[in-house]
């Protein structure tokens, strides 16, 4: 019930406009308290091989923000459970896909 309630929240976020300065702040403020031990979410390396640098995951191929926040809100057995509102995920997609362009 738990990922319905998940999925149904964050598909009204990515109905909404596209990502303020704000918005991408905020998406970096959460990348740097929950993911930067991990992921490079800026020109250093990631500290782990297997946590690839936000900037290749958003030139990805096929990577799309819903994909992202879809992902995000979902526990994962690699990565650590941060409780991410459907707000943040989508803020932290933002923030991650801008790194791409």
């Known amino acids: 019930m738990r990922h319905a309630t998940a ?8 109905a909404s406009a596209g990502a303020s300065a704000d918005d ?6 959460l990348a740097s ?3 930067a031990a991990c992921h490079a979410i800026g020109g250093e390396p990631s500290r782990f091989r297997r946590a690839q640098p936000f900037a290749a995951i958003a030139t990805k191929p096929g990577v799309t923000r819903e994909m992202l926040v879809k992902f995000l809100l979902l526990p994962h057995a690699t990565m650590a459970n941060n409780p991410l509102s459907a707000a943040d995920a989508a803020d932290l997609a933002d923030y991650i896909l801008s790194l791409g362009q």
Do not use: F, K, T
């Open 7 to 14: 999925l149904s929240i964050a598909l009204l976020v990515l």
């Open 24 to 29: 991408l702040e905020h998406g970096h403020q």
């Open 33 to 35: 308290r929950w993911c």
